[in-house]
């Protein structure tokens, strides 16, 4: 070994002794596996939806993608876990609005979505879908709410549980018309089609990725949709926030997205939103995911912020539908 050799040799050697961090901070990322953390059930919607993903974010990212469930109190096991997790980029959340919906909910639960957590991205969001029957009589909104009052406490509304977003859609519809109407918790979302087409329930706030093939294949009525702005699929469908006078809270969309611990390097979460916007960009998913509804995004600074707004907007709907878990 010549003398040059030697000396760049011993300078890594005494770097690495005496600058530890430095070294393993030239290690790039990500350098193995990545866990993600899934509160969902196997095959439900949002983990069907995170399960094809994964493949082509681990490809982007160079490392596979590996989901794991954690299923439990509305996403709150998750949740609590996913955030004493080292902030290291190596193990993820599938967070959404649920997570804050629970803590509004809860305010003594385990953990904070807004201290906890620095958003890496988002990947989907699904407003909901004011349904009927659609053999009933109402064929728009005005005539749902004149029923209601004519027959106040009479008409029935349904929903996966107790503070889904299908429960606080139809509770802020409620509160904003000033009618009565009985809330009934289902055993789970996928009950709330079979309720209506039995007669159980005449009204329901299913996700969009759920009723539009419904509505197109003729066993639902579409009245109107919470989104911000009229889907692509159903473009003749008013917004619940058109039909409301411009009311913000009739704006109500699921979402979900990648979750780090707190204090994950910036480094670490830019690499993960240029992958994920990598992903979404793919003709496929994007097809895919605009014929059931959904709108993809991506970027980190504009995802936290939006986490913020809507922790506000979660909370007022959970006030305003007046409910509480435990």
């Given amino acids: 070994m010549d003398r040059r050799s030697f000396c760049a040799t011993a300078s890594t050697a005494a770097a690495a002794a005496f600058f530890p961090w430095r070294v393993r901070a030239a290690a790039p990322y990500p350098g193995k596996p ?23 974010l681990g490809q982007a990212l160079g490392q596979p993608i590996v989901i794991e469930n954690k299923v439990g109190a509305g996403g709150v096991l998750a949740a609590i876990h996913a955030a004493q997790q080292p902030a290291d980029g190596y193990l993820l959340l599938m967070g959404a609005n649920t997570h804050l919906v629970q803590k509004a909910m809860q305010p003594e639960l385990g953990f904070d979505p807004i201290a906890d957590f620095a958003p890496a991205s988002n990947f989907a969001t699904s407003p909901a879908m004011l349904v009927v029957n659609a053999g009933s009589a109402y064929q728009k909104l005005d005539d749902l709410m004149a029923a209601a009052k004519t027959w106040p406490g009479q008409m ?5 549980g107790i503070g889904t977003a299908a429960h606080l859609a139809g509770a802020t519809l409620v509160s904003l018309m000033g009618i009565e109407a009985v809330h009934v918790p289902l055993k789970g979302s996928v009950e709330i089609s079979a309720s209506l087409l039995r007669g159980d329930t005449q009204f329901a706030f299913p996700i969009a990725g759920t009723a539009v093939p419904q509505v197109k294949g003729g066993k639902l009525r579409a009245l109107a949709v919470t989104s911000r702005s009229r889907l692509q699929e159903l473009p003749e469908l008013p917004t619940l926030h058109e039909l409301l ?82």
């Fill in 34 to 56: 990545i866990r993600v953390i899934s509160p969902y059930a196997a095959g439900g919607g949002p983990d069907l939806l995170l399960r094809q993903v994964g493949p082509a």
């Fill in 156 to 160: 029935n509304y349904g929903s996966g």
């Fill in 245 to 326: 006078g411009g009311n913000e809270l009739a704006i109500q969309e699921s979402w979900f997205g990648l979750w780090a611990p707190a204090r994950t390097p910036a480094q670490i979460l830019a690499t993960l939103n240029a992958a994920v916007k990598k992903v979404v960009a793919t003709p496929s998913l994007r097809s895919a995911a605009q014929a059931l509804g959904t709108e993809l995004s991506a970027s980190p600074q504009a995802c936290a912020a939006f986490v913020r707004g809507e922790n506000l907007k979660w909370a007022e709907l959970v006030r305003l539908a007046g409910v509480s878990g435990g």
